[in-house]
């Protein structure tokens, strides 16, 4: 079966690069999460979309942006890089239907790390 | 969403039965309860959910008690490949997934 895809698998930057990762959901899901997992902690939510439109926001900082485009992938574009956006970043997609098995799948994150 | 308190860590024979429980008294009535695990730096793997009734699938059985305050996820036979943490999780859909701390299992030959 599909999985979720993301790209690239590893990136290094700079302090005050760019970087664009992307996500690629199973097909026919209809919404995207975003997660942040820095160093020995836990995943953090950081953004999601439902149907190409932002649908909730976590923890992400005013450097970044997200967006869902009309074949459902999505792109997390991070700006002004510090070292403390070294981290795993996960994609992870659902289907959302009106009784139980909403259940998310993640992708095998992008490890980015910033020099 | 609901606030889940489970065992920093256990540890469990490999073939003997993996049992992590998981306290969650302020789910509230609309919220399911979710398991997922991660092995090392992997995406984060769904296991199991349930509302109000056990649950069993290929890879574990969920056991909820009926005040739905605490849940057991079972793990029948355990493998080495199942050393992971273990995140106990209420949950609605479409919304986000607040993992905290979980379950930290360790299975030894």
């Known amino acids: 079966a599909a999985g979720v895809i993301q790209s690239p698998r590893h990136l290094i930057k700079e302090k005050r690069e760019t970087a664009t990762l992307k996500c690629y959901p199973i097909?026919?899901?209809?919404?995207v999460y975003w997660y942040q997992q820095g160093p020995g902690q836990d995943p953090q939510f950081l953004i999601s979309f439902y149907e190409k439109m932002q649908s909730d926001k976590g923890s992400i900082p005013d450097r970044f942006s997200a967006q869902q485009f009309s074949d459902y992938h999505s792109e997390l574009n991070m700006s002004s890089l510090e070292l403390g956006d070294s981290a795993l970043y996960f994609c992870a997609s659902s289907l959302i239907v009106l009784a139980g098995g909403n259940e998310q799948f993640f992708g095998p994150g992008t490890r980015l790390t910033v020099l | 969403d609901a606030k889940t308190t489970q065992p920093t860590s256990m540890d469990c024979a490999e073939g003997r039965a993996a049992n992590l429980p998981c306290n969650h008294s302020?789910?509230?009535?609309?919220?399911?309860v979710y398991w997922y695990r991660q092995i090392h730096s992997q995406g984060p793997q769904y296991i199991i959910h349930g509302l109000k009734n056990n649950e069993t699938n290929e890879m574990a059985s969920l056991i909820i008690t009926e005040d739905r305050k605490s849940s057991t996820l079972i793990l029948p036979h355990a493998t080495l490949r199942d050393t992971a943490v273990y995140y106990c999780?209420?949950?609605?859909?479409?919304?986000?997934?607040?993992f905290g701390g979980g379950t930290r299992l360790m299975v030894k030959p």
């Open positions: 097909p026919r899901h209809d919404t």
């Open positions: 302020t789910i509230s009535g609309n919220e399911y």
């Open positions: 999780i209420g949950y609605n859909a479409g919304n986000m997934l607040t």
